[in-house]
């Protein structure tokens, strides 16, 4: 029998899916999702090179905004945000990205990418519990709990088996910062919930949102002298790079691929994101930094994500 029969043979019996345009927008935008918020610590990382902390957060997002502006002018036109627009422009730009976003870099500078990722994948644990704590929220499903507590023995577990890392006193406070930016960031998405709808104008409010969190965060450089001692001559190459890829790549293109995605997908699917992005930021910071990791990190990783997975699935039935 000759290759051509046989494969007109196996495709009459296991015909091959077709797949639409938009099932493929779809995986690509996941795709990117996943790569894009992965690689965001070891951009960090590079950028952290060449940057204080503060003074890299608060570019980023100025330069997001300003571009998010851009877009909203060709998009919308003129800006017409009234007092909902900037609520929420207050407790996304300050609560969610000056706070969440600007601790996340915090502790980039002190800790292996790959074990500042898995740190923020706690970010699911914490909306669990505000969900079962906050009035007014529905109580979290016995297989979200399940996943609650699966995720903090592995957390545990991940960090007893870097006590090699966090036996300096710096080094364990990052990793509290951390924690602290993920419960930031948790709160932010209920109170940003709550108002009872998004952004009049989503690209203006987006560009009033980073801007926001660009001046308070660079406010916040120049506060702590970080503003004063940077000096652009000592801005490497890959540290421009890696500043050019977080705004251009990381915040002002997959922002609008993730809200794509609520629209066109469910919010459980997009949460995903959570347990699939520390494994790429593991593995990238394996592949390019060569951080090591241990038997039992990976050991404590599974338990993360296996407890996040199940954290997922259990606020999509709960």
Not at 36 to 63: D, M
Not at 204 to 230: E, N, P, R
Not at 247 to 269: C, D, E, H, R
Request: with cysteine.
């Amino acid at each position: 029998m000759s290759i051509d029969s046989l494969t007109l043979r196996l495709g009459a019996r296991w015909p091959l899916p077709v797949l639409s345009p938009r099932t493929l927008a779809v995986a690509a935008g996941f795709a990117m999702l996943y790569l894009s918020w992965g690689s965001t610590f070891l951009a960090n990382h590079l950028a952290l090179q060449g940057f204080p902390a503060l003074v890299l957060a608060g570019l980023r997002f100025l330069l997001a905004g300003m571009l998010f502006a851009v877009l909203a002018v060709a998009r919308a036109g003129g800006a017409r945000l009234g007092w909902h627009d900037a609520r929420l422009a207050l407790i996304g730009g300050v609560l969610m990205l000056a706070i969440g976003q600007g601790a996340m870099v915090y502790g980039v500078q002190h800790l292996p990418s790959g074990l500042a990722a898995l740190v923020c994948a706690s970010l699911p644990l914490w909306t669990v519990i505000l969900q079962a704590v906050l009035p007014g929220e529905r109580r979290p499903s016995p297989l979200a709990l399940f996943g609650l507590g699966v995720s903090m023995v592995g957390m545990a577990a991940l960090l007893g088996s870097r006590m090699d890392v966090l036996a300096e006193p710096e080094r364990l406070g990052a990793v509290a910062v951390l924690a602290l930016a993920q419960l930031a960031w948790a709160c932010g998405s209920f109170l940003f919930r709550r108002t009872g709808r998004g952004y009049s104008q989503l690209w203006w409010g987006m560009s009033a949102q980073m801007l926001l969190a660009g001046v308070v965060l660079l406010a916040a450089a120049a506060i702590c002298g970080q503003w004063q001692a940077f000096a652009w001559r000592d801005v490497s190459t890959d540290s421009a790079l890696a500043l050019a890829y977080l705004v251009g790549v990381v915040t002002a293109l997959t922002y609008p691929v993730y809200f794509w995605l609520l629209k066109v997908s469910t919010p459980a699917k997009v949460s995903t994101f959570a347990f699939v992005a520390p494994v790429v930021a593991l593995t990238l910071g394996c592949l390019v930094l060569g951080e090591t990791v241990s038997t039992a990190m990976l050991g404590a990783a599974a338990l993360i994500v296996a407890g996040v997975v199940a954290l997922t699935l259990g606020q999509r039935g709960g």
